[in-house]
C-alpha cells in the first residue's frame, strides 16, 4: 500500500454496536475508514455473538415453551420437555441471519476497509496491524467490555459459563446456579427455568435488577418465584467444595451449601485495553484502567475518542449509538454536544418486561427536582384482566409546578413499567419525555379499546385533580 492508502479519515478499534455504527455511518458520508477487530467472527461484537441477539432469541425460545404449558389450563395437552440443542440450533439460526450484514464482507461493500488482527497505537494517530501501519485523522477506541469472572476458591473446579460459553450448551442442565441478579442473570434464569431447569439466583443486593425502582423489582421477583426460581438476596458464592457444591454466605445468616450442575456467573462487565498501548497515544487511564474522558467521549488525545461499552459508563447496544450519534456529530459540528444520559432507556427482557426511562427518583433528589410520584398496578385494567397481567405496574415522575396555574405544562420527568411487553407499551412517554411533551399530550388521546398501552393514560386521568376553582369555572360555563 502506498502511503496515501494507509491514511484514514477515521481509524475503528473493534466492530461491535459502537464500531459497526460509527464505520458505517463515517462511510456513508464519504469518509476514508479503517476498521479492525481481532477475528473474523467477532464481527458484530458481543451484541450480535455472545449478548442481545442470543440472549433474546433464547428468550424467545423459552417463552414458547413456557406459553405451550399455560394453555393446559383451556384443556391442551402438552406432554415432553424442550430438546436444548434443538433451542440452541434455533439461536445460532437467528446470528446467522444477522450475519449476513455484520461481517467483513459486507463492510467492505459499504466502503470500509476491514482489517482482522490485534491492533497496538505506535503514535499519537498511528495504529499497527499485521506489519502495516495506518494514519488516522480521528480515532476511535470501541472494543466493548468482557465478563467480570467469579474469583472464589474452587471456581476452577466447576462448569461455570459466562455470555461467550453458554451459547455452546446442547444439554439442558437438570439444576443452574446463576451468580447475579442483574439483566443478565434474570433474562437467562428465567429462560433456563422456563425450559426445564431447576434455576437458583444468588445475588449480591437486595432485589434483583438495582437500578430500578424496589416497586418494580419486587413485581419481577414474585413472577420469578412464582415459576419456580429460587432466589437468595444479600448472599454471594464464598467457594466451590467440588464440581456441582457451591458454599453459600449471607450477609446476616448462616453459611449454606448448594448443589447444581452448571453454574452461569453474570455479575458484571469489566473493561481491558490490553496490547493497546494506549500510552504510545497519548491516552491516560485513571487508577482502575478506565480510559480518561471528557463529557464529549474524548479522551486526553484530542483525536481519540470511546465510544460503547468501553466508555464504562451505561452499557447497552443503544448506549453504544447513543454514543455513535454524539460522536459523528461532533466530529463535524464546531459546537460540541455533551454525553446527557437524562432521556436514556432500557429494559430488561424477561415476562414481565421490566422498561425505564429519564430520570429515576434517586436523580430527581440529587438534583432538587420538585416532581410528583404517581404509580398504579394494572388491576382495573380491562386489558390486564383479560389478558392475564393485572400485576403489572406503572410508575411516573411528573414535573412539579410550583405555582397551579392553569394550562401549565407538566413533563414526564421519567418512569418505569412492569408487564408483558414493556418495552413496547411505554414507548409513547419515552417519545413525550424526550421532546419534552406534557401529560396532557397522553391524555388528549382517544385509544383504540381495548389497546394495553391505555394504562398509560388511566394514570393520568386517576391524578387529574378538580381545584375548587376549576369546579367554580366548571358550574358556571355549565349554566351558561
Ligand atoms: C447477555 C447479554 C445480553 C445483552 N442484551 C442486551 C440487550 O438486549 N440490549 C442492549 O441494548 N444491550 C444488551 N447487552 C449489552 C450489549 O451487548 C453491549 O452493551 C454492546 O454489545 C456494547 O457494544 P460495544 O461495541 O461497545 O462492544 P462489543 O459489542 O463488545 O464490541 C467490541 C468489539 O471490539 C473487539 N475488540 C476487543 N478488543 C479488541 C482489540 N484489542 N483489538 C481489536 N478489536 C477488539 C471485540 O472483538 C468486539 O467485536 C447485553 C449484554 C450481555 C452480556
Ligand atoms: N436487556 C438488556 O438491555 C441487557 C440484558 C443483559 C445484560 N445487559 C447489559 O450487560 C451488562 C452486564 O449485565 P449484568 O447483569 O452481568 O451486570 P450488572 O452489573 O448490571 O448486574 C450484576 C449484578 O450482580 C451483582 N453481583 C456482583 N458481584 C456478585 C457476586 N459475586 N455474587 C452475586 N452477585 C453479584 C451486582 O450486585 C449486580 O447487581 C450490563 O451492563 C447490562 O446493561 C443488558
Redesign the pocket.
Not at 478499534?13 to 464500531?19: D, I, K, P, Q, R
Not at 470501541?142 to 467490555?145: F, I, N
Not at 465510544?307 to 468501553?310: E, F, Q
Given at each position: 500500500m502506498t502511503e496515501k492508502e494507509n491514511d484514514f479519515d477515521l481509524i475503528v478499534?473493534?466492530?461491535?454496536?459502537?464500531?459497526l455504527g460509527l464505520a458505517l455511518f463515517m462511510a456513508k458520508a464519504d469518509m476514508r475508514v479503517l476498521l479492525?477487530?481481532?477475528t473474523a467472527e467477532?464481527?458484530g461484537?458481543?451484541?450480535l455473538n455472545?449478548?442481545?441477539v442470543p440472549?433474546?432469541a433464547l428468550i424467545h425460545a423459552s417463552r414458547q415453551v413456557h406459553q405451550a404449558r399455560q394453555a393446559t389450563q383451556f384443556g391442551l395437552q402438552v406432554s415432553g420437555a424442550a430438546d436444548m440443542a434443538q433451542v440452541m440450533d434455533y439461536v445460532a439460526s437467528r446470528q446467522d441471519i444477522i450475519r449476513h450484514h455484520e461481517n467483513p464482507e459486507y463492510l467492505r461493500e459499504q466502503g470500509v476497509t476491514v482489517e482482522i488482527g490485534?491492533?497496538k497505537f505506535v503514535g499519537e494517530h498511528e495504529v499497527e496491524i499485521n506489519g502495516h501501519t495506518y494514519r488516522g485523522r480521528k480515532l476511535a477506541v470501541?472494543?466493548?467490555?468482557r465478563p467480570r469472572q467469579l474469583d472464589v476458591p474452587g471456581a476452577e473446579l466447576v462448569p461455570l459459563y459466562d455470555?461467550q460459553r453458554v451459547w455452546d450448551l446442547r444439554q439442558l442442565p437438570a439444576r443452574l446456579l446463576v451468580v447475579g441478579g442483574g439483566p443478565?442473570g434474570v433474562e437467562l434464569g428465567q429462560a433456563m427455568q422456563r425450559l426445564g431447569s431447576q434455576v437458583t439466583i444468588v445475588h449480591h443486593g437486595p432485589r434483583l435488577l438495582e437500578h430500578e425502582d424496589a416497586t418494580i423489582s419486587q413485581v419481577l421477583e414474585e413472577r420469578l418465584r412464582a415459576e419456580g426460581l429460587t432466589i437468595h438476596f444479600n448472599a454471594e458464592v464464598t467457594s466451590f467444595s467440588s464440581a456441582t457444591h457451591a458454599r453459600v454466605q449471607p450477609k446476616e445468616g448462616t453459611e449454606f451449601g448448594l448443589d447444581f450442575d452448571i453454574g452461569y456467573v453474570a455479575i458484571g462487565r469489566q473493561v481491558s485495553f490490553e496490547?493497546?498501548q494506549l500510552e504510545k497515544a497519548g491516552i491516560e487511564v485513571d487508577e482502575d484502567g478506565h480510559i480518561q474522558l471528557d463529557e464529549h467521549l474524548t479522551t486526553t488525545n484530542p483525536d481519540i475518542v470511546v465510544?460503547?461499552?468501553?466508555a464504562n459508563s451505561l452499557?447497552?447496544?443503544?448506549?453504544?449509538e447513543l454514543h455513535m450519534r454524539l460522536l459523528v456529530f461532533n466530529f463535524f459540528s464546531p459546537i460540541k454536544k455533551k454525553l446527557d444520559y437524562d432521556h436514556f432507556s432500557w429494559v430488561t427482557?424477561t415476562d414481565p418486561e421490566v422498561a425505564h426511562f429519564g430520570l429515576d427518583e434517586p436523580e430527581l433528589k440529587k438534583r432538587g427536582t420538585s416532581y410528583e410520584r404517581w404509580e398504579t398496578n394494572f388491576a382495573d385494567d380491562d386489558r390486564a384482566v383479560v389478558d392475564e397481567h393485572r400485576y403489572g405496574r406503572l410508575l411516573l415522575f411528573i414535573e412539579k409546578n410550583l405555582l397551579p396555574i392553569p394550562g401549565q405544562k407538566r413533563r414526564i420527568l421519567g418512569g418505569a413499567m412492569v408487564a408483558p411487553g414493556a418495552g413496547e407499551l411505554i414507548q409513547e412517554l419515552i417519545l413525550a419525555n424526550t421532546s419534552g411533551l406534557g401529560i396532557s399530550a397522553i391524555f388528549d388521546k382517544v385509544y383504540p379499546y381495548p389497546v394495553a398501552a391505555r394504562i398509560n393514560q388511566k394514570l393520568i386521568v386517576d391524578h387529574q385533580q378538580i381545584t375548587p376553582l376549576m369546579q367554580l369555572g366548571l358550574d358556571v360555563a355549565f349554566k351558561l
Open positions: 478499534l473493534g466492530a461491535g454496536s459502537a464500531g479492525i477487530d481481532k467477532d464481527v461484537g458481543d451484541c455472545h449478548g442481545c440472549s433474546k490485534s491492533p470501541a472494543t466493548g467490555s455470555n443478565n496490547g493497546l465510544a460503547g461499552d468501553a452499557k447497552f447496544s443503544h448506549g453504544a427482557f
